[in-house]
């Protein structure tokens, strides 16, 4: 068991910025979070950051993967792969999603994500996301029509056996047959329901949010949008005061003044970013695959081959993090949008004791380089996933 001190650092908690602070690790929990001086922790290691940032690890609910791995079509050895790598992004826990598949593939890439083992310092599997099957070909996307079809509580139930207890969300288009009934037996079963590529009116998204739907799948894209004469599924979600909004901020997907907008309307506890990530991400421009489709990469935006629709996105977290910054956010708020939030949304705080620095939690942990808010180092579970070459002398 290794016991260590990180001591001189600015540390963020989800209520205080602590200038001068440090945080005490055993094993692979926090034990200990203050001011400077540290007490108390006699016999433990130090590790001195002085000026150092360190922040609650980044928690991913949507990527459907990066540096070359389609997690729709992943072998269990390649979802340990891409929890190995990861960390260099900041990246302590992340959800794999799926597209839309045919029936057995969806159970296969269930099984896969479940026979993956843990990775020590790699990024912890925290479950698994459906983005369908249950969804609207209309706002398809990059996903394929074909692979669409009404909600089946018979199909539903073998996914989530499949899933072995790790099925966390699933993305439902509320207009489509079937998905009413859907919803309320997926939050009886406690997985969270989501809102996304869908048509739907305003109060057909009104009515799933009654019936338990509480996220919304990257707000503003593949559903319908404003209009002042058809309020559609973004302006009822942005409404719903208890509903988390994704949002994927690439300055691609939404502009930054819709970004800011929707922080400053929504408050940014109710906001997740994501990566959306596809394998694609942390690669060289090029043709890639997303499920069943073909995707081109060019100038690090992804579009489908066929239609040129945008394809999920090269956005890795720690970007989205520094994204956000830029938009003169604070670092609480930050990390706030991109660990707690991801957290909570799925339930996974309490469940798993990640999201935040808190003591009991996980030693989940970023270490940003004060300079540029780069990734200097990040630990998950007390183990040091990524190191940059001038620290590695003090966490590995």
Same mark, same amino acid.
Request: hydrophobic residues 45%; contains cysteine.
């Given at each position: 068991?290794?016991?260590?001190v990180?001591?001189?650092?600015?540390?963020?908690?989800?209520?205080?910025?602590?200038?001068?602070?440090?945080v005490a690790?055993?094993?692979?929990t926090?034990?200990?979070?203050?001011?400077?001086p540290?007490?108390?922790?006699?016999?433990?290691?130090e590790?001195?950051?002085e000026?150092?940032?360190?922040?609650p690890?980044?928690?991913?609910?949507?990527t459907?993967g990066?540096l070359?791995i389609?997690l729709?079509?992943?072998?269990p050895?390649?979802?340990?792969?891409?929890?190995r790598?990861?960390?260099?992004?900041?990246v302590t826990?992340?959800?794999?999603?799926?597209?839309a598949?045919?029936?057995?593939?969806?159970?296969?890439?269930?099984?896969?994500?479940?026979s993956?083992?843990?990775?020590?310092?790699g990024?912890r599997?925290a479950?698994?996301?459906?983005?369908?099957?249950?969804?609207?070909?209309?706002?398809?996307?990059?996903?394929?029509?074909?692979?669409?079809?009404?909600?089946?509580?018979?199909?539903?139930?073998?996914?989530?056996?499949e899933?072995?207890?790790?099925?966390?969300?699933?993305?439902? $288009?509320?207009?489509?047959?079937?998905v009413?009934?859907?919803?309320?037996?997926?939050?009886?079963k406690g997985?969270?329901?989501?809102?996304?590529?869908?048509?739907?009116?305003?109060?057909?998204?009104?009515?799933?949010?009654v #019936?338990?739907?509480?996220?919304?799948?990257?707000?503003?894209?593949?559903?319908?949008?404003?209009?002042?004469?058809?309020p559609?599924?973004?302006?009822?979600l942005?409404?719903?005061?208890?509903?988390?909004?994704?949002?994927?901020?690439?300055?691609?997907?939404?502009?930054?003044?819709?970004?800011?907008?929707?922080?400053?309307?929504?408050s940014y506890?109710?906001?997740?970013?994501?990566?959306?990530?596809?394998?694609?991400a942390?690669?060289?421009?090029?043709?890639?695959?997303?499920?069943?489709?073909?995707?081109?990469?060019?100038?690090?935006?992804?579009r489908?081959?066929?239609?040129?629709?945008?394809?999920?996105s090269?956005?890795?977290?720690?970007?989205?993090?520094?994204?956000?910054?830029?938009?003169?956010?604070?670092?609480?708020? $930050?990390?706030?949008?991109?660990?707690?939030a991801?957290?909570l949304?799925?339930?996974?705080?309490w469940?798993?004791?990640?999201?935040?620095?808190?003591?009991?939690?996980?030693?989940?942990?970023?270490?940003l380089?004060?300079?540029?808010?780069?990734?200097?180092?990040?630990?998950?579970?007390?183990?040091?996933?990524y190191?940059?070459?001038?620290?590695?002398? #003090?966490?590995?």
């Open positions: 068991m290794r016991r260590y990180i001591r001189g650092v600015t540390v963020v908690t989800p209520t205080y910025v602590l200038r001068r602070g440090y690790i055993e094993d692979d926090i034990v200990g979070v203050g001011r400077e540290s007490r108390g922790f006699e016999g433990f290691d590790v001195s950051l000026g150092y940032v360190v922040g690890g980044f928690v991913d609910t949507h459907h990066a070359g389609d729709s079509t992943a072998s050895s390649e979802v340990e792969e891409l929890s790598r990861l960390p260099r992004f900041g826990s992340f959800i794999p999603t799926s597209v598949l045919p029936r057995e593939a969806l159970r296969a890439f269930c099984r896969s994500v479940v993956a083992g843990g990775v020590p310092g990024a599997v479950g698994v996301h459906l983005e369908g099957p249950y969804i609207n070909p209309v706002r398809a996307g990059a996903q394929n029509p074909s692979n669409m079809r009404e909600a089946s509580l018979e199909e539903f139930g073998e996914l989530l056996a899933c072995g207890g790790l099925l966390r969300a699933i993305t439902v $288009a509320p207009e489509v047959r079937g009413r009934e859907l919803i309320s037996y997926a939050v009886s997985v969270v329901v989501q809102v996304g590529h869908t048509d739907a009116t305003y109060s057909e998204v009104e009515e799933a949010v #019936l338990g739907a509480s996220k919304a799948t990257h707000l503003y894209n593949a559903m319908s949008t404003f209009h002042h004469r058809s559609g599924a973004a302006l009822a942005l409404r719903a005061r208890d509903v988390y909004l994704e949002l994927i901020v690439d300055f691609v997907h939404v502009a930054p003044e819709v970004v800011d907008f929707t922080i400053d309307y929504a506890r109710r906001v997740v970013l994501v990566s959306d990530s596809i394998a694609a942390g690669m060289p421009d090029g043709r890639y695959r997303l499920g069943d489709i073909e995707v081109e990469v060019v100038g690090g935006i992804a489908t081959v066929d239609t040129k629709a945008l394809a999920g090269t956005l890795t977290m720690d970007r989205a993090f520094a994204n956000v910054v830029s938009l003169n956010y604070s670092l609480a708020e $930050a990390f706030y949008m991109s660990s707690l991801p957290a949304s799925l339930g996974l705080t469940r798993l004791g990640i999201g935040a620095i808190r003591p009991g939690f996980k030693a989940d942990m970023v270490v380089d004060p300079k540029d808010l780069s990734i200097a180092a990040t630990i998950v579970g007390g183990t040091a996933g190191v940059r070459e001038d620290l590695k002398h #003090l966490l590995t």
